[in-house]
């Protein structure tokens, strides 16, 4: 694992050696380096691990049944009306404490 680390290092390091050099040159440098080091990291016990992992995140992901259009528009309608009632609702709190204090104080 620290091979894989060290030649992402290296990877950047090249980027600001290769200073005067083409962009495309640099660049270049930089996903060798990130390849490299991909590679080897996944042949160590903690890199198939991560992989295993990712793997199992990305079959799980395609499982989501997504909401349809019409059920988005729905519920986008429901948030809107539940947001506009509340409002009105403290709206009316609001005016009643003043009220309620305003009276307590005698103003």
Not at 7 to 22: A, E, N
Not at 43 to 68: C, D, H, M, R, Y
Not at 73 to 99: E, G, H, K, N, R
């Amino acid at each position: 694992m620290s091979a894989a680390i060290l030649l992402f290092i290296l990877g950047i390091v090249g980027f600001y050696v290769l200073d005067g050099q083409p962009l495309v040159l640099k660049v270049l440098s930089v996903l060798i380096g990130l390849s490299l080091s991909l590679f080897i990291f996944k042949q160590s016990a903690k890199g198939e691990e991560l992989f295993t992992f990712l793997n199992s995140v990305i079959l799980e992901a395609k499982k989501v049944v997504w909401p349809t259009r019409k059920e988005t528009v729905q519920m986008t309608i429901v948030v809107f009306v539940v947001v506009v009632l509340m409002s009105i609702f403290l709206a009316f709190v609001d005016i009643a404490f003043t009220y309620i204090v305003n009276l307590v104080l005698g103003r």
